[in-house]
Each structure stands twice: as C-alpha cells, then as structure tokens.
C-alpha cells in the first residue's frame, strides 16, 4: 500500500490528472478486496485509512471541469 501510495504521489506531481486517475484506480482495485475482510487488529483498516489520508487530497487538487469529474 505504502509503495502504491509513493508511486501515485511521485505521478501527481509531474501529471496532477494521471495522478488523479491513479488514486481512482486504486480505490476501485482495493475497495472489493476489503469490503469483507474482518481485521480484528485494525492493522488493515489503519493501512487503508492512511492511504486514502494521503491520496484523497490528489482526487479533490486534479485539474478536471465537472464532465470528466463525472465520468
């Protein structure tokens, strides 16, 4: 998680869009695989948590007008 985190960040700051659909991608493959999985350590769920702290701001700074956002 940390590296795929690194590597969209790395991305964003040279293609704030591509960035964007990184983190998009991401959440897209994650959220499946997590939806049932009961981690009673919260170990996952604080992984996850700080991921989507870090790349959530990506999405909100990408430079789309509301039509692409909307896609």
């Known amino acids: 998680m940390r590296e795929a985190v ?3 960040k790395k991305v964003a700051k040279k293609d704030p869009l591509f ?5 998009i991608r991401l959440m897209e493959k994650i959220w ?4 049932h999985v009961d981690s009673s ?3 996952l769920g604080s992984a996850v948590n700080k ?3 870090a790349l959530i701001p ?3 700074n990408g ?3 509301e039509k ?3 896609k």
């Not at 499946?32 to 939806?35: G, I, N, T, V, W």
């Open 58 to 60: 990506i999405i909100i």
């Open 32 to 35: 499946p695989a997590l939806e």
């Open 41 to 43: 350590s919260g170990a």
């Open 19 to 23: 960035g964007a659909e990184g983190v």
């Open 63 to 65: 430079p789309a007008d």
């Open 51 to 53: 991921a989507l702290d």
């Open 68 to 70: 692409m956002r909307g």
């Open 6 to 8: 690194s590597e969209i």
